[in-house]
């Protein structure tokens, strides 16, 4: 197929790319570089500079004709979209309106888009499947159920089939190093875990210890981006042939601790990584993990990579290349 992926010289977006070339599709990039970098793009895909807050950029890009497209254009900082509201309307919910339209206009009925778990906000029960009642505690989490929703009306009304893939934590990096761009200003927790033990910064805050969990830290599902990445491909397939969409939860379905996390990346990386228990952030919930049961069932979805050994180690290779941020070794 013909594919386009806007969003693609990103974190998740280059692994999604990478997947696509390997299942066969003829990929395009749409970036605007603003998070995306050069350096994470494959030259076996072709790249269009573009942004999707502008119409004329992504009209420009879908006339070139796609089958589908996978669409991970946005701004993703919860903290970030509660101070600035602004930009995530503007990027996340008119830019994807633009990009619905330029799919419409030219034909482009196939689309993958890349949800969240925010948009459950503090769960009602663990682990979470999609029924779970939806009440985003972020901007960020409203942007994305009110883009699920505008997909849902674009199913009935213009016969857009789409997969709404929310994902829980993202985390991790290509097993084989093809992609290896640091996120600039990283907010989450294996992100920043590793510029501890690169030196970088000088330690960890662990967010609370004394919620209701095994060893008082927060539970999550974190999801390695290839495990990520091959469910686009699976999704795309299943939308394109079973002309019906689709809307799962993508979680490894092990919740992990902060702590666990640590302990492991002090024992990958040998390093000290100290950290240091401060308050509770808010809108943090104590547990949250998926049951991926539907994706598995509906698009044969089974994670390879999340085990936290792989998500640490394939961080950890990444960074070792880096002496400072942005300035490689
Ligand atoms: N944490 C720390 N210290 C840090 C950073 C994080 O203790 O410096 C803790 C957090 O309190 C939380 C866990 O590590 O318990 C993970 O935090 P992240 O900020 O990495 O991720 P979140 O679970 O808050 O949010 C992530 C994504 C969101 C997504 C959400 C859905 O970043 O985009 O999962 O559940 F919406």
Not at 153 to 160: A, N, P, S
Request: charge should be neutral; aromatic fraction near 10%; glycine fraction near 10%.
């Amino acid at each position: 197929m013909k594919v386009l992926v806007l969003g693609g010289a990103g974190y998740i977006g280059s692994h999604v790319v990478k997947a696509m070339l390997a299942a066969g599709h003829d990929v395009t990039v749409f970036d605007n570089l603003g998070s995306g970098q050069l350096g994470n793009l494959f030259p076996e895909a072709k790249f269009i500079a573009g942004d999707i807050r502008h119409a004329d950029d992504v009209n420009a890009a879908f006339a070139r004709g796609f089958d589908g497209c996978v669409h991970l254009a946005a701004y993703k900082a919860v903290g970030e979209s509660m101070a600035e509201p602004e930009k995530y309307s503007v990027n996340n919910i008119s830019g994807t309106l633009n990009m619905l339209n330029a799919a419409c206009a030219h034909g482009c009925k196939n689309v993958v888009f890349s949800s969240s778990a925010a948009v459950f906000g503090s769960p009602q029960y663990v682990p979470i499947d999609e029924r779970h009642p939806t009440d985003p505690e972020s901007y960020y989490g409203f942007t994305k159920l009110e883009i699920e929703r505008f997909l849902a009306w674009y199913d009935r009304l213009k016969g857009v089939r789409y997969a709404a893939l929310r994902y829980f934590n993202a985390a991790g990096y290509d097993v084989d190093g093809r992609i290896d761009g640091l996120e600039r200003n990283p907010q989450n927790l294996l992100p920043i875990v590793m510029e501890v033990a690169s030196g970088w910064r000088k330690e960890l805050q662990i967010f609370g210890q004394d919620y209701d969990t095994r060893d008082g830290t927060c539970v999550r599902d974190y999801v390695h981006v290839a495990d990520l990445a091959q469910a686009h491909v699976n999704a795309l397939a299943y939308i394109a042939k079973n002309d019906r969409s689709l809307t799962v939860n993508l979680g490894s379905e092990k919740g992990v601790t902060v702590t666990e996390m640590v302990e492991v990346a002090r024992k990958i990386t040998g390093k000290e990584i100290p950290a240091a228990y401060v308050g509770r952030r808010s809108g943090d919930a104590s547990a949250l993990y998926a049951t991926s049961a539907l994706a598995r069932e509906t698009i044969g979805w089974a994670p390879k990579y999340s085990d936290v050994e792989t998500l640490v180690a394939s961080t950890w290779k990444v960074y070792q290349k880096y002496k400072a941020p942005g300035e490689k070794k």
